[in-house]
T-cell receptor, first 115, second 114 residues
Framework: NAGVTQTPKFQVLKTGQSMTLQCAQD?????MYWYRQDPGMGLRLIYY???????DKGEVPNGYNVSRLNKREFSLRLESAAPSQTSVYFC??????????????FGPGTRLTVL | GENVEQHPSTLSVQEGDSAVIKCTYS??????FPWYKQELGKRPQLIID?????GEKKDQRIAVTLNKTAKHFSLHITETQPEDSAVYFC?????????????FGKGTKLSVIP
């Protein structure tokens, strides 16, 4: 049981390049999330998917797109990377059947640098 | 939307002393309040959580208290140990509204000095 996995672990891009961050979970969770973490800013929600087939914007969606490929996988795409997108990106998942408890399980993170 | 403020941003304590981290939230409809611990270079992990129908919850050396009227909640760590050194995040959620978002505070870096 691997939990939440992310690829790649590290990535360096040049301004204007595109890339897709991959996330997968094997806990049969309904909901999945993408966060970015910057020093002193905590975890900020980029996009989330409450269930397979739905996606919604979070606090900081500009410059990103997402795809909920199936129940297991949720990808984050940067179409034209900018230096302001240099950050650590975390994927997370949760089981909404736990009605009043939204414990989120995080992946190991992707450290992205945009030059 | 929800706004979560967390204080202090950094905290240093001597080993064996207690540490307290405080958070306030803005949305009175929030009903779920987790705390996450993030060690250097690692992923955030849930350490304790509390729902709005409970005022206090303990798990060994850690406890969380919630004051719904004042809209604040706190993390208490007693008998601190060097392995408690990490960044701690509070969060708030209205899980009953069909929204599954957590709004996080900006974090507290706790250093336990041996």
């Amino acid at each position: 049981n691997a939990g939440v996995t992310q690829t790649p672990k590290f990535q360096v891009l040049k301004t204007g390049q595109s890339m897709t961050l991959q996330c997968a979970q094997d806990m049969n969770h309904n909901s999945m999330y993408w966060y970015r973490q910057d020093p002193g800013m905590g975890l900020r929600l980029i996009y989330y998917s409450a269930s397979e087939g739905t996606t919604d914007k979070g606090e900081v969606p500009n410059g990103y797109n997402v795809s909920r490929l199936n129940k297991r996988e949720f990808s984050l795409r940067l179409e034209s990377a900018a230096p302001s997108q240099t950050s650590v990106y975390f994927c997370a998942s949760s089981d909404r059947r736990l009605a009043l408890r939204n414990e989120q399980f995080f992946g190991p993170g992707t450290r992205l640098t945009v030059l | 939307g929800e706004n979560v403020e967390q204080h202090p941003s950094t905290l240093s304590v001597q080993e064996g002393d207690s540490a307290v981290i405080k958070c306030t939230y803005s949305d009175s409809a929030s009903n779920y309040f987790p705390w996450y611990k993030q060690e250097l270079g690692k992923r955030p992990q849930l350490i304790i959580d509390i729902r709005s129908n409970v005022g206090e919850k303990k798990d060994q050396r850690i406890a969380v208290t919630l004051n719904k009227t004042a809209k604040h909640f706190s993390l208490h760590i007693t008998e601190t140990q060097p392995e408690d050194s990490a960044v701690y995040f509070c969060a708030a959620s209205n899980s009953g509204a069909g929204s599954y978002q957590l709004t996080f505070g900006k974090g507290t870096k706790l250093s336990v000095i041996p």
